[in-house]
């Protein structure tokens, strides 16, 4: 069977989904798959994953779009210039027609999904990531009433109608593709992320990321890792840590990099915590280390966006083995989850956090992350799930 992986990025940069796409590729491959893969290209050569060499210019062939990256905030060059995009990987397939397309979560969706519907004919399974313009509405960007929010969420319940079968990464996201677009439920199906398992971290004494930032004795680490913009919570973490300004064993590592950056800086300041240090943007092979350094690792989300998104750190948390605390909705599916490993969760609230992190510093070994990550969060089982969806669509 001859499957095209529509992608959203490119294997030339280490994007936040670089190993998801990577590993459902070889996965095909695997199973004995032919995979066209169509990508941005942003280099003069492009990059591939070294495990792709075995298969390139046999089972797998790729076909690279010369992409020019617009700036972050120029929202609308940065949509025409990814409706161009897919547009193009429309006409590649056209040409070479594929028995099963696999796209990848992108907010023009629907072109492709239109294209394969009534131009290919061809069963098309759509792999939601970040629920557009959901997250943006949960994030207090756009207003249910405002044009552009209606405009996008047409299209989008236009692809995900449209789309022969479809994909989300937690059951909440799920529950909003029911409820706020009205599709069945029977039509989805949840397969969680998982996380960078090729990448083991060192011993305490070879930890990269220890070598860099050594911890004092006695310290007990928070860490966040990801994003600084408007969708992750960092705010609340800062205001914890003005809150235990007087606990000065306690330090809060903010790793990681993006539009909000200089806001949080400022109001760290302002509020002069010295417990709060910022550390840029880590490198990708670096990641196991960085969890591993903590002492607890704090996974935020501003209030309602669980129910359009997943951290992809989720999992890389869970592989580093350390205690988590997640800041959450409660009585969402994914707290219910959580909860039986002994993950604390304790929603928008800074006194709990605070609360939660003494508690952590008190009981090494917080929770039980292991058996979490292998049910729900693990590589094997979920790129299987993946490639039998692709497999059985009609």
């Known amino acids: 069977m001859k499957v095209a992986v529509v992608s959203i990025g490119s294997f030339d940069t280490q994007y936040s989904d670089y190993h998801i796409m990577r590993d459902i590729i070889l996965?095909?491959?695997?199973?004995?798959?032919?995979?066209?893969?169509?990508?941005?290209?942003?280099?003069?050569?492009?990059?591939?994953?070294?495990?792709?060499?075995?298969?390139?210019?046999?089972q797998l062939q790729v076909q690279n779009i010369r992409f020019e990256k617009k700036a972050k905030a120029d929202l609308k060059a940065r949509y025409?210039?990814?409706l161009s995009y897919y547009k193009q990987a429309c006409t590649l397939m056209k040409k070479d027609k594929p028995d099963k397309i696999f796209l990848q979560s992108n907010n023009t969706a629907f072109f492709t999904v239109f294209y394969a519907k009534h131009i290919l004919r061809c069963p098309i399974l759509y792999n939601e990531q970040d629920i557009f313009p959901e997250n943006a509405f949960f994030a207090g960007i756009l207003s249910e009433s405002s044009p552009v929010y209606k405009v996008a969420h047409a299209l989008q319940k236009y692809a995900y109608k449209n789309a022969t079968a479809l994909s989300t990464i937690s059951d909440d996201m799920k529950s909003t593709i029911v409820t706020r677009y009205g599709i069945s439920e029977d039509k989805v199906q949840v397969i969680y992320n998982?996380?960078?398992?090729?990448?083991?971290?060192?011993?305490?004494?070879e930890n990269v990321f220890l070598k860099k930032y050594p911890k004092k004795s006695g310290e007990f680490r928070v860490v966040y890792a990801g994003n600084l913009g408007k969708m992750q919570n960092v705010e609340l973490?800062?205001?914890?840590?003005?809150?235990?300004?007087?606990?000065?064993?306690?330090?809060?590592?903010?790793?990681?990099?993006?539009?909000?950056?200089?806001?949080?800086?400022?109001?760290?300041?302002?509020?002069?915590?010295?417990?709060?240090?910022?550390?840029?943007?880590?490198?990708?092979?670096?990641?196991?280390?960085?969890?591993?350094?903590?002492?607890v690792n704090v996974i935020p989300?501003?209030?309602?966006?669980?129910?359009?998104?997943?951290?992809?750190?989720?999992?890389?948390?869970?592989?580093?083995?350390?205690?988590?605390?997640?800041?959450?909705?409660?009585?969402?599916?994914?707290?219910?989850?959580?909860?039986?490993?002994?993950?604390?969760?304790?929603?928008?609230?800074?006194?709990?956090?605070?609360?939660?992190?003494?508690?952590?510093?008190?009981?090494?070994?917080?929770?039980?992350?292991?058996?979490?990550?292998?049910?729900?969060?693990?590589?094997?089982?979920?790129?299987?799930?993946?490639?039998q969806m692709i497999e059985m669509m009609k």
Not at 30 to 54: A, C, D, M
Not at 332 to 349: C, F, H, L, Q
Request: hydrophobic share 40%; glycine share 8%; charged share 25%.
């Open 27 to 58: 996965g095909l491959l695997e199973r004995g798959h032919e995979v066209n893969l169509i990508q941005k290209q942003y280099l003069e050569t492009p990059q591939y994953p070294q495990q792709f060499e075995k298969y390139l210019k046999g």
């Open 80 to 82: 025409l210039a990814d």
């Open 194 to 205: 998982w996380g960078h398992e090729e990448l083991k971290a060192h011993s305490d004494e």
């Open 237 to 295: 973490i800062l205001e914890t840590a003005a809150l235990m300004k007087d606990d000065q064993d306690v330090s809060f590592y903010i790793v990681g990099g993006g539009v909000n950056e200089e806001q949080l800086k400022t109001f760290a300041k302002e509020k002069e915590l010295n417990n709060v240090i910022f550390v840029g943007m880590q490198p990708p092979e670096e990641v196991a280390d960085l969890y591993a350094a903590a002492d």
């Open 301 to 387: 989300l501003q209030k309602g966006l669980i129910y359009a998104a997943l951290p992809s750190k989720t999992a890389d948390c869970l592989i580093a083995g350390k205690p988590i605390i997640a800041c959450v909705d409660n009585g969402t599916a994914v707290e219910k989850i959580i909860r039986p490993y002994g993950i604390v969760n304790t929603g928008a609230d800074e006194k709990r956090l605070k609360t939660a992190i003494l508690n952590a510093k008190e009981k090494a070994g917080l929770c039980e992350t292991k058996g979490l990550l292998e049910k729900y969060f693990s590589l094997k089982p979920n790129v299987a799930s993946h490639c």
